[in-house]
């Protein structure tokens, strides 16, 4: 899916002061910049519900958005970054950059994990998920919500790299492609059960040195 069909509603407002922006969260707003080439940054404010919302349809936070402010013609933005509260996870702000839909962007796409591994269903095994996202360079127009990754035929000790996730046509990788993104670990219970194993056949049994003859020790001391 290709995030420019993303809109959205924004309101202009003053450069405020930090105590304005907390009453501005407590009406319901999400302070918010819209930073473009030799700008220094337009404020603006988003209705926290909405934009909330509008998050829950995508996989990512890396949206390009055809954002209008205050009713005027849409500019197409990337989000660049999202803060959120450090607790309660709150979207606190968001910083947009305008840009050219033509133009080449690098941004972190979400990788989809698809499919359940042979090695799970038939041999017991665990998959290990080590990446969740890589870096690729595209143009804006061709940003995707995320890139997918079948993971269907690996086997127990397989794994995939970042260089097995197709990449659609006019998309250049960045990240290094021999990192790993998932693998198949043995089944845990087995290998519990080799280490048990191990552990008891290198451990003799403890015998008592009275030889159980404990009673006439006691009666040798009358």
């Known amino acids: ?32 910049v819209i930073y473009s080439k030799g700008d220094a940054g337009v404020p603006v404010k988003l209705n926290e519900h909405d934009f909330g919302m509008m998050l829950k349809h995508h ?27 450090p607790l309660t996870s709150r979207i606190l702000h968001v910083d947009f950059h ?11 796409v979400p990788v989809e994990i698809e499919g359940t591994p042979v090695g799970v269903t038939q ?4 998959l290990d998920v080590h990446t969740r996202e890589i870096e690729v360079e595209c143009k804006a127009s061709d940003l995707v919500d995320n890139l997918t990754l079948d993971v269907t035929e690996l086997k127990i000790g397989d794994s995939l790299t970042v260089g097995d996730v197709k990449l659609p046509s006019g998309f250049t990788l ?9 693998t ?31 009673e006439g020790d006691e009666s040798s001391e009358d």
């Open 1 to 32: 899916m290709v995030n420019a069909d993303v809109a959205f509603q924004a309101e202009s407002r003053i450069a405020e002061k930090k105590s304005d922006l907390t009453r501005l969260r407590e009406e319901g707003f999400i302070p918010a």
């Open 59 to 85: 996989s990512g936070e890396n949206l390009m958005i055809d954002l209008k402010v205050d009713g005027r013609d849409a500019q197409h933005v990337l989000i660049k970054e999202i803060q959120h509260h």
């Open 98 to 108: 305008e840009i050219s839909l033509d133009r080449l962007i690098k941004v972190d």
């Open 123 to 126: 041999g017991g095994g665990t």
């Open 174 to 182: 960045l990240t290094d492609p021999e990192v790993s993104v998932a």
């Open 184 to 214: 198949v670990l043995k089944p845990r219970v087995a290998a519990s059960a080799a280490e048990e194993e191990d552990s008891e056949g290198g451990e003799p049994e403890v015998i008592s040195e009275s030889g159980g003859d404990e």
